[in-house]
């Protein structure tokens, strides 16, 4: 009989009243002990509330609701299709709100609707994936800036395939301990793809330069990121830098005169398809002719793989010497080898000009590390 007489008030009752009513009904509904055909009563009330043309009721409603776990569940989800100013407690605190419930407001919402839901308490694993999947860069750094949500490896994948490169995007997914090397490889490319799409670099230093620069730098930034990969990780990497295109001779090289020989051994299997076993072992004990015709199995051509051929030799020396200072000087002593060699093809010259900068930017490092080591004995 009270709710009878309620929904007969609400027919004349001006707004700001109407919403003072709809408070304190929802709030009876939750906090007083109803028999269960008054709470039956309430409810329908409360749903015909729902309809009330003045948003203030609405919101009443809502603000009464949004963190009650007794909340009914049929009101809160119409309310989290309200609108914005409606619907932003709602969705951000809701406990009622199950995950189905959020995926199903996330799809049909706004970008402000799924920023909300990405910043919520806590984001189950479902529901990250699927904002992974729809969601703007936007929400997703609200996603990625809450320590509440659940962020399983794949997805954390999905963000950076989607929205890598996004500067802030790139930078909230590199501060990340779970982040995979596979996932930081393909940042490294967006880096490289920005610094060579950026028309005042281009302007400053000519397309050409710049191009060969950002390769350069994406993948010194690459066999950066391979010394502290191994495993599975690193055969991981290895098929993605192969199906990516990236095991170009070049890059071959760079990482035999970085030392990442256990990558150049993966990517030797990767490529040849042989046994990784057989291509260790050639590898590490097998003669010249044995090493380059694995090489050459592995696509390097006969231009180049006289190259790759004397680096694996200096290895296996400086290795057996157990010098480690001289481990450091393998583009140097290349360099050495063949600069100013006359028979050298095209393909090796070009690649021999790539390890002279390797070596001079190896120089500048150790000059670098050695004035810093001054300055601090000075001090």
């Known amino acids: 009989m009270i709710v009878a007489a309620f929904l007969r008030w609400v027919e004349t009752a001006k707004s700001h009243e109407r919403a003072r009513a709809a408070n304190a009904l929802a709030r009876a509904y939750l906090k007083s002990d109803m028999e269960p055909q008054e709470r039956q009563s309430a409810l329908m009330a409360m749903t015909y509330l729902l309809d009330d043309p003045s948003p203030q009721v609405r919101l009443a409603l809502a603000d ?22 409606i619907a932003s407690a709602v969705i951000l605190h809701s406990p009622v709100l199950c995950d189905a419930d959020l995926v199903d407001i996330a799809g049909r919402g706004t970008v402000e609707t799924r920023a909300l839901i990405a910043a919520r308490r806590e984001v189950n694993v479902g529901v990250a994936a699927a904002l992974a999947e729809i969601g703007d860069a936007a929400e997703l750094e609200v996603l990625l800036e809450n320590p509440g949500a659940r962020i399983t490896v794949f997805t954390l994948r999905r963000i950076a395939e989607r929205h890598g490169r996004s500067d802030r995007i790139r930078a909230l997914l590199l501060e990340r301990e779970d982040l995979t090397s596979a996932v930081r490889q393909l940042l490294v490319q967006f880096v490289a793809e920005a610094l060579a799409g950026s028309d005042l670099v281009v302007g400053a230093i000519g397309s050409r330069r710049i191009e060969r620069i950002a390769r350069e730098a994406g993948d010194t930034a690459t066999i950066a990121l391979l010394a502290d990969v191994h495993g599975d990780e690193l055969t991981r990497l290895t098929d993605q830098l192969r199906c990516a295109g990236r095991l170009t001779p070049a890059f071959l090289m760079h990482a035999l005169c970085a030392a990442r020989t256990d990558f150049f051994s993966s990517a030797i299997v990767a490529i040849s398809g042989l046994e990784e076993r057989r291509v260790r072992s050639i590898l590490a004990t097998g003669r010249f002719h044995a090493v380059r015709a694995l090489l050459e199995s592995a696509g390097l051509s006969r231009d180049v793989s006289s190259l790759f051929v004397e680096a ?3 290895w296996r020396n400086l290795i057996q010497s157990a010098s480690g200072i001289e481990l450091d000087h393998i583009a140097q002593r290349l360099v050495q080898r063949y600069r100013g060699d006359a028979s050298l093809s095209e393909p090796a010259r070009a690649l021999i000009d790539m390890v002279e900068r390797l070596a001079i930017a190896e120089e500048r490092r150790m000059a670098r590390d050695y004035a810093t080591g001054f300055a601090l004995a000075a001090a």
């Open 312 to 314: 694996i030799m200096l």
């Open 64 to 85: 009464a609701l949004a963190h009650e776990a007794r909340a009914p569940r049929t009101l809160m989800v119409s309310l989290a299709e309200d609108q914005p100013e």
